[in-house]
């Protein structure tokens, strides 16, 4: 990754990272003014999402250690592993507290409500903070699209930097749970009924969990070994099925070993009218071209075999069918 595009990753957790905290002080002290359990709710989803923060500022700096003996190629997962951790934060700091609020509000004792105009002040200017963190996580998630020339969605589904993404997620969350709050608070102010306050507590609860889910599932997909961008790959096989030196591409595997950082292994069937030499001389001069065009291949390993061993091809149909 440059290191253009990791000083901004860090800039975004980091406005995340204040712009909860003081939203998790704020929700607290007016949770317990108002004592209603959609703002306590959204106290503890503000709580999460800071230690979810601090995880990420974790992963930032953990991942960019240089690759060592113990681990040639390099600490690029650790930035998953922490991400995880973060999505493992969501759900148990946010959404069990607030499952907890709700279910206690719902079926127990009815709570009355105090001075909710303090609450929605808070939900307010929570809301105000909030758009500032989604503002500057949003611009970059653009930006990233825009370079790669997909739409935000579709950038969000390939992108293999889960700061970003669990900020932009936590981010879009938070905003939802704001609106859910003041909706809460608003039902129960209006009707007279904590009810309203504890649905709208579950449905925060809801929420955070189905990020955590999501998020959780990415960086899952991401340490267990995903393939690289599917557009990386077809550009890279096509390249090397115009090498003049390469009679077929027999297999090509990658593998994102950190954010912007590919793993890429081609069985290359070579001319065999080539010497030791040209050989030597092609693989030195491929595994430079491609480093050349994509900056993102971090490693690069170039096998010659036989396009007519069976069991290589066995392998390779086991794994992609009949595609190829």
């Not at 079926?107 to 989604?134: D, K, R």
Request: charged residues 20%.
């Amino acid at each position: 990754m440059s290191s253009k595009a990791g000083g901004e990753s860090t800039l975004t957790v980091l406005l995340a990272l204040a712009v909860n905290l003081a939203i998790a002080i704020m929700k607290a002290i007016a949770g317990v003014i108002t004592g209603s359990a959609a703002m306590m709710a959204e106290a503890a989803h503000s709580v999460a999402d800071t230690f979810t923060e601090g995880l990420l500022l974790t992963a930032l700096r953990r991942s960019d250690r240089p690759a060592d003996r113990r681990h040639p190629f390099g600490y690029g997962k650790d930035r998953y592993f922490w991400s995880l951790l973060a999505a493992v934060s969501i759900f148990v700091s946010g959404a069990v507290f607030a499952f907890y609020e709700g279910f206690r509000t719902v079926f127990g004792e009815s709570a009355e409500q105090t001075s909710p105009g303090v609450g929605y002040a808070v939900l307010a200017i929570a809301f105000a903070l909030e758009s500032v963190s989604f503002a500057q996580a949003l611009r970059q998630v653009r930006r990233g699209a825009r370079e790669e020339g997909r739409s935000v969605l579709a950038f969000l589904r390939v992108s293999d930097d889960p700061t970003l993404k669990t900020v932009f997620f936590e981010d879009s969350a938070a905003l939802v749970g704001l609106l859910l709050a003041f909706g809460g608070l608003g039902l129960h102010h209006l009707t007279g009924s904590a009810v309203w306050d504890g649905v709208a507590s579950l449905l925060i609860g809801l929420l955070l969990a189905i990020a955590a889910y999501v998020l959780a599932g990415t960086n899952r997909g991401l340490l267990i070994g995903r393939q690289a961008d599917p557009r990386l790959v077809r550009a890279v096989w096509g390249y090397l099925r115009e090498v003049p030196e390469v009679e077929q591409v027999v297999d090509l595997l990658t593998m994102a070993v950190g954010t912007d950082r590919v793993l890429l292994c081609a069985r290359l069937d070579f001319d065999d009218a080539l010497s030791a030499a040209d050989l030597e001389r092609a693989c030195v001069r491929i595994d430079a071209e491609l480093r050349e065009r994509w900056s993102d291949l971090d490693e690069v390993f170039l096998e010659p075999v036989p396009r007519t061993d069976r069991e290589l091809r066995s392998r390779v149909l086991a794994r992609y069918g009949d595609l190829l």
